[in-house]
């Protein structure tokens, strides 16, 4: 099974929250986790805005990053290209979603052309879970 993790799904791996036994339970079962190049960005920020807001100590903000870290070069990373770009302004446009959204769906698209196979979608954003199954991708379920 091939699993794309959009990054409000790969953040659930390093913090406890809604969401997260089923994220690392479905990650496990899986031959593959990948995921855009973009989320490195978007979990580092969103990994900083918690520190920020108190909810780590400094200790296990620095664990949380080396953690990620060294999981980082294990993902399957979808790199952003003009071409995915394109895919992902078309995506926006017809489904009404985020710029950052939209790359992860183009993303996903693009891991299920490469591979000739099933994908796995795990997103917490309902608006990106729409338009995914609109798009054939199959959502984690949980959700």
Partial sequence: MKLYLDTSALVKL??????????????QQTETVATSAIAYVEARAAFSRRRRERHFSSGDYRRVIQDFDADWEHYILLEVTDSLIRKAAELAESHALRAYDAIHLASAKVLRERLREHVLFAS????????????????????
């Fill in 14 to 27: 390093y913090v406890e929250e809604e969401g997260s036994s089923l994220v690392r339970e479905t990650v």
């Fill in 124 to 143: 917490w954003d309902s608006n990106l879970l729409t338009a995914a199954r609109h798009e054939g991708l199959e959502p984690v379920r949980g959700r």
